[in-house]
């Protein structure tokens, strides 16, 4: 895991808890690792009492079930019952107040928790988690006095990507040639989440020996992050129909829609830009991206799908979007996954009389 979540693990398995977590940003697997250490403190796994006791010390809530902030409020000023703290979850509070029957506005759930964030019970910890949680909201900034807001992002830069996966490794017993986590990260992306995944599957390939790029190539294909490729293949040959279909195979893990897109924008934009690259770098597409042959050869022939005219208009769409999903457009925030499709559909120029969006 990054540093962050490396300090937030070692500070609570020390028992130094802050009484409100508002963990956000498109890496669930650094926001579950936040989560999984808490359990283990305040509900530890091998302590008999504490696990007879976790139907009163335990509670957890998703946003899309409630009408309102009440009952998580109600489970914060509860007393914990034998133990030191109470752990009260909340996953996606964005949907808190939308549903048919909703008690309250999702604005007026936003201004009670926050009222709660500022004077929080000292016997309870709060944990509200999210993909969808925006980083202007009243949630965060009611947190950031205290510093309990945690947002976790993809590395920004490859190398410190590849550090993460050689680490990863290596905290689990395992080697892994640096040319094969350079080759992973080139393949599924900088996000802490997918590179996991990706890991896993290359060392159970490997066996008990070290990974090598031979792993890293036979697992490749059926990461889930793969199926970028398949989808800007579809987009390149403008085949709209194709496109859709896989981008609604991405989002049918059941997870929530805000964080997938988050994701899946974020890959898009990587392979539109390397895609780019190979189209600008003719014959010199190894040396320009830094990456392994089996993957330049697809990139080549993505590459051949795509005019240079149409690499312009599908990225300089993608930024617009980026911002979009972030705030700047209501129906795209309430909407990541028609969103998307709209992008493709725009970029196979499949909207007859519509201008595309650029």
């Not at 409020?73 to 048919?100: F, H, T, Y």
């Not at 790029?213 to 403008?238: M, Q, S």
């Given at each position: ?287 320009a991206t830094k990456l392994p042959p089996f993957l330049v050869r697809g990139l080549e022939a993505q590459a051949r799908g795509f005019s240079e005219s149409r690499l312009r208009s599908a990225y300089a769409a993608l930024v617009r979007l980026d911002q979009d999903l ?21 970029t196979c120029r499949a909207l007859p009389g519509v201008d595309a969006r650029t």
């Amino acid at each position: 895991m990054s540093d962050e979540v490396r300090a937030l693990e070692r500070a609570i398995a020390a028992g130094k808890l802050d009484p409100v977590y508002v963990l956000y940003g498109d890496e669930p697997a650094a926001i579950r690792a936040v989560i999984t250490a808490l359990r283990k403190v305040v509900v530890p796994p091998d302590d008999p009492t504490a696990q007879a006791m976790a139907a009163f010390n335990h509670e957890r809530f998703d946003g899309v079930d409630l009408s309102g902030a009440g009952p998580v409020l109600s489970a914060c000023a509860q007393i914990p019952m034998m133990s030191k703290w109470r752990l009260v979850e909340l996953a996606n509070p964005d949907d808190l107040g939308k549903g048919p029957e909703a008690e309250s506005t999702n604005a007026a759930a936003m201004d009670a928790l926050a009222a709660y964030i500022k004077a929080p019970s000292p016997t309870t910890v709060l944990v509200i988690s999210g993909g969808g949680i925006d980083g202007r909201s009243k949630l965060v900034t009611a947190c950031k006095a205290g510093g309990w807001a945690h947002k976790f992002e993809a590395y920004k830069r490859d190398d410190d990507a590849v550090g993460f996966v050689v680490g990863e490794a290596q905290a689990q017993g395992r080697k892994i040639s640096r040319d094969a986590a350079a080759a992973l990260v080139a393949s599924v992306g900088t996000g802490r989440s997918e590179l996991l995944g990706a890991l896993d599957q290359a060392l159970l390939h490997a066996g008990d020996g070290p990974v090598g790029l031979a792993d890293v190539e036979a697992i490749v294909a059926h990461t889930r992050e793969a199926k970028i490729f398949d989808l800007t293949d579809a987009v390149g040959r403008g085949e709209a129909d194709t496109a859709l279909a896989v981008l609604a195979r991405m989002f049918a893990a059941g997870e929530k829609d805000a964080g997938v897109s988050m994701q899946v924008l974020a890959m898009l934009t990587r392979q539109i830009r390397l895609i780019f690259t190979a189209k600008v770098n003719p014959g010199r597409v190894a040396e320009a991206t830094k990456l392994p042959p089996f993957l330049v050869r697809g990139l080549e022939a993505q590459a051949r799908g795509f005019s240079e005219s149409r690499l312009r208009s599908a990225y300089a769409a993608l930024v617009r979007l980026d911002q979009d999903l972030k705030g700047g457009s209501h129906v795209a925030y309430a909407s990541p996954y028609l969103a998307l499709q709209r992008w493709i559909l725009d970029t196979c120029r499949a909207l007859p009389g519509v201008d595309a969006r650029t």
